[in-house]
């Protein structure tokens, strides 16, 4: 049989982001030889230097200075969108409109309504999506979601979820621009529900199952900041803190908290669940460690015990080094390509989609609603139905 074309992707974006999804594309060549392979065909920066050295950089065949010239090409069949936030549903649209398939970091849109545009766009010209809800793709997280999916916990009645940072706590710190642009809501939509909640939402969403409702609070802590574009003192709109309870369809409970003003947190994302035969913990800055309790253990011997995800058998680690040796954050990307070329090859829905981040969005979209009203708001239900996708 001929080997399929290689999938011949235009990068929208050079930051943080472009560079874990450049690297993602690189490295899956290599660790999951398949039948195609991403080809970096463009990459797009508003800054011509940048744009170029990116390129040369990370192996990029050309640069654009405009994401519109991107979707034009003929010669480009996916669009990657790794700029900030105000910019995922204008491109997404225009790709969609173009027939490319399209992957976007999260959030989707600013809002539900960007998000809900963005949805309506890639499922009407019928092309694949992905949003990057990369830590779907952890190994240890991979492996929490078979155990849920055995039954290895039971009926689940509680979580928790927990993502904190310290980073934006001086007070000289700018908002909007480059680099602070998370600051501004009119560039992210939100705060820190839209930027550290959201992968929360869809690590729950992915382990617990569908919201039906949740009752939340924000805080705004330093209330003016200097805008780095304009140069003046502007009010803060993107919130600083967030926390949330949630209801659960399945009838559970859960805890949310995220936050930029954690001094001495600078990424850490912890989740626990608990089930009626058993508990699981995670932490991110310990990412391949899974720490599980069984209550069917022996009882005399019964405790938490803490499994090393590094073995030929756990979802993933097949492709990677030797058993008991681990791997890391850039992996979760290069796994999220891994599964979409699969997914594209075997007509499978293996990765989180546009419909997925909705999902996502319209639990963030409750959460702001809750703060605002003071009262507990219900969640649309946007995802599709809550199956194992062939993790790992
Ligand atoms: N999946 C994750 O864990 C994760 C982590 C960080 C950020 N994100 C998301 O990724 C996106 C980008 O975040 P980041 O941290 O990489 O930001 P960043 O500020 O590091 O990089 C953004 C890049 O976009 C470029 N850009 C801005 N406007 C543009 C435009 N109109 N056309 C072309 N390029 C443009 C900037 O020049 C910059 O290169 C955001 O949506 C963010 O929420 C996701």
Known sequence: ??????????????????????????????????????????????????????????????????????????????????????????????????????????PLGRNLAESQRMVDAVESAGVASMVWYNYRRVPALALARQMIEEGKLGRIFHSRFKFLQDWTMSADLPQGGAGTWRLDAKLAGSGVTGDLLAHCIDAALWLVGPFAEVCGTTEVFIRERTHALSGKREAVTAEDAGLFLARFANGSLASFEATRFARGHKALFTLEINGEYGSIEWDLHDLHRLQYFSHGDESALRGWRTIHVSDSDHPYMMAWWVPGLQIGYEHTFIHQVADFMRGLATGEKLVPDFRDGLA??????????????????????FAAPFNLEGVG
């Open 1 to 106: 049989m001929p080997a399929k074309r290689d999938l011949r992707v235009g990068l929208v974006g050079t930051g943080f982001m472009g560079r874990t999804h450049a690297n993602a594309y690189h490295q899956v060549r290599r660790f999951f030889p398949q039948e195609s392979a991403p080809e970096l065909v463009a990459v797009c920066s508003r800054d011509e230097d940048k744009a170029a050295n990116f390129a040369a950089q990370w192996g990029f065949g050309s640069h654009e200075t405009d994401w519109r010239r991107l979707v034009e090409r003929d010669d480009i069949d996916l669009i990657d969108i790794a700029s900030p936030n105000d910019t995922h549903a204008e491109i997404a649209v225009a790709a969609a409109k173009a027939g490319k398939m399209v992957a976007c970091e999260k």
């Open 360 to 381: 996502a969005d319209a639990v963030v979209d409750a959460v702001l609603r809750s703060a605002r009203s003071r009262r507990w708001e219900a969640v649309e239900d």
